[in-house]
Each structure stands twice: as structure tokens, then as C-alpha cells.
């Protein structure tokens, strides 16, 4: 089974997630809208839910996966679906990204939900718009925010190796190289809520930072120990670490709270309470109000949906998600 590599899961985005967007333009927000697929294929939306319920029941850390795989889409050539493709002829995929590599799972998901669209709405649902409909529904799955998901994306006929190991942050970037990835995308700073972590993506807070062999000093000293139990110095590269052990496969505000505790397991998100003022008052209230976190996720996760999506002409509907038409 893949593991991640600073993910999220629930064990997710992680998953990478946003902590607060910028407005998006009155034009981009008018591109998509949920009831893109009211006539179309009505069912879109039900056989989504359905597939993506049966596989968390199954794997509860497949929400996470898919999560991830939404956001990792959108941050390399915009919300498309390019993370999806084998390579085949001229497309390298992105799925050989140091990001994704060995990591990024739940494509078969994805796999089954197309091929239960196309048997119902033949050629009418994009991959991408699967994406981003499975990240809603895998998240209120694990307990966390429902929001109407803009639809219309059309799929990419490419991929970008090189932007997904260029765009996609990672777990021990600089505060200032998140930011800069982040506002490429027109964003703002991010952080996990739930989900695991392999050891070598935090090992350097163990034993290398202080340059003595001693952990980090942002990490609380018993919460150390704890790490370095099951994460040598050596091997045990892929073992893997819940990012909120409180609650790790439910989606809720632990993370936060871990931070204020210096228990955040990777260093690109303990930044973003020791290294700079708005998102440390963020990181707080969001750890003190799970409701207003669960408000801005679902706005943010809306906004990040929005990231120069295809639409009209351009691209195509995929009848496969893992290859291009012709």
C-alpha cells in the first residue's frame, strides 16, 4: 500500500489544506456552479457519494487520499485532472512526481466512480469535477464540512511532471517557499487537519535541526521521544504517524490545537505558528472555534476548486480518466 508522504489521510491533505484564500475574481467564480449536471446527469452526484462512502468504510484512510489527490490536481496546470493520467506516448504523468510518488493513492476510487458516471451520463462528467465532488463527500465523511461544489471543469490533455514537484509544497519548505507556492496559485497560507506522515518526511526535526543530535526545539520534549520510538535515525523510512493523534481519522480542529502544543509533526506546518503573525492568530482561533474552521475550509476548498479550471471548449470530457480520448 502507498504511504504518503506528508499528507493527508485520515488519514488527509491533508492533507495539505488551506488555512485562508484571498477572494477569487467575480469572473472565475461565475465559471462553475453546482448545478452544472442538473439536466446532464442528475445522478452525478449520488454515484459519487456512493462509491467514495463504500471506500472509506473500507480504507478510513481513503478520504484523506482523496482530498489529496484534489489538491495536488489543482496546484499543477489548475483543477484539471492531470494528476490522474498514466504516461502514455508524450504525457509523462504526474504520478512520478516526488510528491506523488509512491504516495499519492485512491486513483482506482476515482476509476470506479468514472466508470459508473459513464455507464449513466456517457462522456458528461469530468474527471476533475469527480475529484473535487469525492474531496467534499470524503471530508463530510470523516466528520467535517459540507459545501455546494462549483461543477463544469473539463480535463486536461496533458500532465506536468515538472510543476508537480515544483508547485506542490513540501514538508520541510522554508515558511517563505510556502507562501511563494501558495501565492502563485493566488493563495495563502495552509496547513494539515488530519491525516499521516512517513518518517522520513520528519526525521530532520528528530535528530538533525539543533546540528547536536537532539530534536527540534519546537517539539514538545515527550512528543519527541514518542517519534523517535518508532522513527530511528535509520530506516524506518516508511513508517507511518498520524498528524493529530488525538483523533486521526476524524476531521476536526486537533491539528490546530497540537500546534499551540508544539506537537505539529512536520516543520512546514509548525511555521505557521512560530514564523509569522496571521497565520499564528489563525492557527489559534481555529484552534479555539472548530465551527469557524469548518466554515473557511469550505470556503477555501471552493476556492481552490476555482484555480484556472477548463471550461467550454477547452480540454475534453475523459471516458478514462487514467488517459486522454485520442
Known amino acids: 500500500m502507498a504511504h504518503s508522504t506528508y499528507t493527508a489521510v485520515l488519514v488527509l491533505l491533508a492533507l495539505h489544506l488551506v488555512l485562508y484564500f484571498p477572494p477569487v475574481s467575480a469572473a472565475a467564480a461565475t465559471v462553475l456552479y453546482p448545478q452544472f449536471y442538473d439536466f446532464s446527469c ?7 457519494k456512493s462509491i467514495v462512502s463504500k471506500a472509506v468504510a473500507k480504507d478510513p484512510r481513503m478520504g484523506a487520499s482523496l482530498i489529496r489527490l484534489h489538491f495536488h490536481d489543482c496546484f499543477v496546470k489548475g483543477c484539471d485532472g492531470s494528476i490522474l493520467l498514466d504516461s502514455s506516448g508524450a504525457i509523462t504523468s504526474e504520478k512520478r512526481s516526488v510528491p506523488n510518488r509512491d504516495s499519492a493513492r485512491g486513483f482506482e476510487v476515482i476509476d470506479e466512480i468514472k466508470s459508473a458516471a459513464e455507464k449513466a451520463c456517457p462522456q458528461t462528467v469530468s474527471c476533475a469535477d469527480i475529484l473535487a465532488l469525492a474531496a467534499r463527500d470524503s471530508t463530510v465523511l470523516t466528520g467535517g464540512p459540507s459545501w455546494d461544489v ?59 535541526n539543533t546540528g547536536n543530535g537532539q530534536p527540534d526545539f519546537k517539539l514538545e520534549g515527550s512528543y519527541a521521544a514518542r517519534l523517535r520510538a518508532n522513527c530511528p535515525r ?26 499551540m502544543a508544539f506537537k505539529g509533526l512536520l516543520s512546514s506546518d509548525e511555521i505557521l505558528y512560530t514564523q509569522n503573525q496571521e497565520t499564528y492568530e489563525l492557527v489559534k482561533h481555529f484552534a479555539e472555534n472548530q465551527d469557524d474552521f469548518f466554515k473557511q475550509f469550505a470556503k477555501s476548498m471552493v476556492k481552490m476548486g476555482n484555480i484556472t479550471p477548463l471550461t467550454g471548449n477547452h480540454g475534453e470530457i475523459r471516458k478514462i480518466c487514467r488517459r486522454i480520448n485520442t
Open 42 to 48: 442528475p445522478q452525478a452526484n449520488d454515484i459519487v
Open 150 to 208: 462549483p461543477l463544469g471543469r473539463r480535463d486536461s490533455l496533458g500532465a506536468s511532471l515538472s510543476g508537480s514537484n515544483q508547485n506542490i509544497p513540501a514538508p520541510n519548505n522554508t515558511f517563505q517557499t510556502i507562501l511563494t507556492k501558495f501565492k502563485i496559485k493566488g493563495l495563502d497560507a495552509r496547513s494539515h487537519t488530519i491525516g499521516n506522515a512517513r518518517c522520513t518526511s520528519f526525521r530532520q526535526r528528530l535528530y538533525n
Open 234 to 259: 535509520t530506516g524506518g523510512d516508511q513508517n507511518l504517524f498520524p498528524m493529530d493523534p488525538g483523533s486521526p481519522t476524524k476531521f476536526d480542529n486537533g491539528y490546530y490545537k497540537n500546534l
